[in-house]
C-alpha cells in the first residue's frame, strides 16, 4: 500500500450503524497468534470467528485479508513463525485484527463503525521493506512491514507483534468512532489516540492466559515493576533501536513517571526517557495515569477477593475494556483535553460500573496532574457532544504557510461574532506554529500529486497535515495516517 497512488480525499464519512441484512456465518478456524512478540513468549493459537474463505482469501464480515494465505494440511492457518514467516504473519495479522474488533464490539454493545467507505478494515500483513505499521484512513486499512534487523541479521515482521496490530487497530477503531479526533491539531486528542491505540494492545495482552501468567512470574502481582505487559512491542523497539544504533528494549513502557505539564513548555521531540509534544510521547502521560490505576486494582484483586496475580490480571483488564466501551459512548466530539476525557472515564466508572474503582482512577489521573489534587469539587467539565467546523486562516508569521486556512471542530454551542477572534482561533494558530516548527506540515506545490508514502517524513512519521490546494487557495488538511 505504500507504494499506491492515492490521491487523499481529507473528508471523512462514517457509515451507517444500522443493523445489516443478514450474513453468512462463517465458520471458526485455528490460527495462529501471540499476544506480545517471540522475544517475550513464542506463538499460540487462536479461535477466529465467522471466517468466511474463497479460495485463497480471507476475511469476516468485518475484516478482510489483502494477501493470498492457503491452510495448512489440517485445514487450519497455523504456520511455523521461523520456517512460514510470510503465512504465519498473515494468519497472525488477521486473526489479532479480527479478535481485537471482537473484544471491544463485545463490550461497547454494538459494531463500531470504520471511518471508511468500506464495510470491512483491510489487513496488509506485509507491505514491503520498512520497520512501521500504521493505520490510513483513507485507504481503509493497517498496514504492516518487514525489516532486517541489521545487529541479529533477523527478519522483524512488524505483523507478528500482537500488541503492535492490536495498536493500529486501536487507531482504526477510535478514529470510527470518533474521526474528529484525527482533525483536531492539540496534542491531547493526538495523544489520547496514541494512548487507546496502545492500550488496545495492552488490554488484548490481558485477555490471554499465557501472558498473565509470565507477568504473574516476572511481578508476583506487583506491577509497579516493569513487566512484559507494561513493555510495548519489545521486538519492534529492539529492532528500531538496534537500526537506529541506541539501546532499546521496546518502544514505549505504561509503567512510566511522566506528569501532564503545559504543553508550550515541552520540545516537539525528545529521546524517548523525556516527554515531548509529539503525540506517542505525550500519551504516555495518560497511559502513566491509567496503568497506576491498573496496579492499584490487579493489587486489591488478590489482597481482596483471593485472586492469584495471574487471575487479577485477567480480571482487572477485563474491567478495564469495559470501563473504555463505556466512555467511548459518551466520549468528547471534537478537539478536547486529557482534562476532559478523564472526566468522562471517571463518570463511566460511577455510572455503568458502579464507582468500583472510581478512586484508583482518580489518584492516577491526579498523580500525573491531569486532574487537580486536592479537596476540589467533582468537575463537570466533559468536553463538547455537539461540534461545528472553524475555518482559522494563518495571518502572521508562518512563513510559507502564511495565509494559509486550516479548519478545526469546535463547541457548536460556542458561536462568536467573529470566529478568527475566538480563544480557539487563538489556539489553533499557536498549535500551528507549533507543527509548522517542528517540520510536522508537508509543503506541496499547486497540481502536486500527492501519493500515500509522500504522507511521511523520512523516518517514516507520517506529517500531521499536508497543503492542499483549493480554488487557489492554500489549504492545510490534517494528516489521516497514523503509525
Ligand atoms: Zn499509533
Redesign the pocket.
Known amino acids: 500500500m505504500i507504494n499506491s497512488v492515492s490521491s487523499p480525499n481529507f473528508n471523512f464519512s462514517v457509515q451507517s450503524t444500522a443493523a445489516p441484512a443478514a450474513a453468512p456465518q462463517g465458520e471458526t478456524i485455528e490460527f495462529s497468534y501471540n499476544s506480545q512478540d517471540r522475544l517475550v513468549k513464542s506463538a499460540d493459537t487462536v479461535d477466529v470467528s465467522g471466517v468466511r474463505r474463497e479460495g485463497a482469501s480471507l476475511s469476516t464480515e468485518r475484516v478482510k485479508l489483502d494477501a493470498s494465505l492457503k491452510p495448512n494440511a489440517e485445514g487450519e492457518y497455523v504456520f511455523d513463525q521461523e520456517t512460514q514467516p510470510k503465512s504465519f504473519t498473515a494468519a497472525h495479522s488477521f486473526a489479532s485484527v479480527a479478535n481485537t474488533l471482537k473484544m471491544f464490539e463485545e463490550a461497547y454493545g454494538q459494531k463500531v463503525p470504520w471511518a471508511t467507505r468500506s464495510e470491512q478494515l483491510t489487513v496488509v500483513p506485509d507491505g514491503g521493506e520498512m520497520l512501521n505499521a500504521y493505520y490510513s484512513r483513507n485507504d481503509g486499512s493497517v498496514n504492516f512491514f518487514h525489516s532486517l534487523d541489521p545487529v541479529t541479521n533477523e527478519m522483524i515482521y512488524s505483523g507478528q507483534s500482537g500488541e503492535a496490530v492490536s495498536?493500529e487497530v486501536g487507531?482504526a477503531m477510535l478514529d470510527g468512532l470518533r474521526p474528529d479526533y484525527l482533525m483536531a491539531w492539540s496534542p491531547d486528542p493526538g495523544g489520547f489516540?496514541?494512548h487507546f491505540?496502545d492500550m488496545t494492545g495492552f488490554l488484548m495482552a490481558t485477555q490471554d492466559d499465557a501472558t498473565c501468567e509470565i507477568v504473574a512470574k516476572e511481578t508476583g502481582g506487583d506491577l509497579t515493576k516493569d513487566n512484559s505487559l507494561s513493555y510495548t512491542a519489545e521486538e519492534l523497539g529492539v529492532a528500531i533501536g538496534n537500526s537506529s544504533g541506541t539501546d532499546r528494549k521496546f518502544i514505549r513502557n505504561a509503567n512510566n513517571d511522566f506528569k501532564w505539564q503545559d504543553p508550550s513548555t515541552l520540545p516537539h521531540n525528545a529521546p524517548p526517557d523525556q516527554l515531548s509534544t509529539e503525540m506517542?510521547s505525550w500519551s504516555q502521560v495518560y497511559t502513566g495515569a491509567m496503568y497506576d490505576a491498573f496496579t492499584k486494582m490487579v493489587k486489591r484483586g488478590m489482597e481482596e477477593e483471593g485472586m492469584t496475580a495471574a487471575q487479577a490480571i485477567k480480571d482487572c483488564g477485563a474491567q478495564f475494556i469495559e470501563l473504555y466501551a463505556h466512555t467511548m459512548k459518551e466520549a468528547p466530539r471534537g478537539d478536547f483535553s486529557y482534562k476532559q476525557m478523564a472526566n468522562c472515564m471517571l463518570r463511566a466508572d460511577r455510572e455503568y460500573m458502579g464507582g468500583k474503582n472510581q478512586t484508583f482512577l482518580r489518584e492516577g489521573f491526579i498523580g500525573r496532574n491531569i486532574l487537580p489534587g486536592g479537596m476540589s469539587v467533582q468537575s463537570h467539565d466533559y468536553g463538547a457532544q455537539v461540534v461545528r467546523p472553524m475555518t482559522v486562516s494563518l495571518d502572521g508569521d508562518f512563513g510559507m504557510f502564511s495565509g494559509a486556512k486550516v479548519q478545526t471542530y469546535v463547541d457548536a454551542e460556542k458561536m462568536y461574532v467573529n470566529d478568527s477572534q475566538s480563544s480557539e482561533a487563538k489556539e489553533l494558530r499557536q498549535n500551528m506554529k507549533r507543527l509548522i516548527d517542528a517540520g510536522r506540515i508537508l509543503y506541496t506545490e499547486p497540481n502536486q500529486k500527492i501519493e500515500t508514502k509522500d504522507l511521511f517524513d523520512n523516518k517514516g512519521v507520517p506529517y500531521a497535515g499536508v497543503v492542499r490546494w483549493v480554488d487557489g487557495n492554500m489549504v492545510i488538511e490534517r494528516n489521516t495516517i497514523?503509525?
Do not use: K, L
Open positions: 495498536h487507531h489516540h496514541e491505540a506517542h497514523i503509525n
